[in-house]
């Protein structure tokens, strides 16, 4: 089951985004100076790209943001990667999404308790959340408020034409 799900989701692709006409196609109308600007933060200043990478715009691995740290109990809601690793390092770790088509998919993180793309950024440049197990390439960013929301309009430019699902006709018997 879990090789079949694995297949299905390598289907799940999108493409052709306003961003991918402005920077494979070279059609500088496609994006706003807002994405524009979005873009040059996401691969400097913000540093997205150290885990937003490649085409999809995920590394495919795991990381501690803090979501789900309960500071009083020193502990996390939910364990991550911990839960089937057992290697500390893996404490509240979950895996990188991809970023394509990512305005379709809120709320956010593994656990839904960020309902926008400005609150995700704003916990990014905030650092995560505190907590001895945080991933050391998250650090505060220190952007502005029009550079967060230069972040998220980048971030509506990867939304692409998408997949098409068609509903089977016929099922195995």
Aim: hydrophobic residues 35%; proline residues 6%; charged residues 25%.
């Amino acid at each position: 089951v879990a090789l079949a799900l694995a297949d299905y989701e390598r289907t799940r692709m999108s493409g052709n985004a306003a961003w991918d006409k402005w920077r494979r196609n070279r059609d500088e109308s496609a994006v706003t100076p807002q994405v524009k600007l979005g873009h040059d933060l996401f691969f400097d200043k913000a540093g997205c790209n150290q885990c937003h990478l490649g085409n999809n715009f995920t590394d495919s691995s795991f990381h501690n943001l803090g979501v789900g740290w309960e500071p009083a109990a020193k502990k996390f809601k939910d364990e991550g990667r911990f839960a089937i690793s057992k290697a500390p390092a893996d404490m509240g770790a979950f895996k990188t999404p991809t970023l394509r088509d990512v305005t379709k998919h809120a709320p956010y993180m593994h656990d839904g308790s960020v309902a926008t793309l400005k609150e995700v950024v704003e916990l990014y440049n905030r650092g995560g959340e505190r907590n001895p197990h945080l991933d050391p390439k998250i650090k505060p960013l220190s952007l502005t408020a029009e550079e967060v929301d230069a972040l998220v309009a980048f971030m509506h430019a990867l939304d692409g034409e998408g997949y098409h699902d068609v509903v089977p006709t016929t099922f195995p018997q």
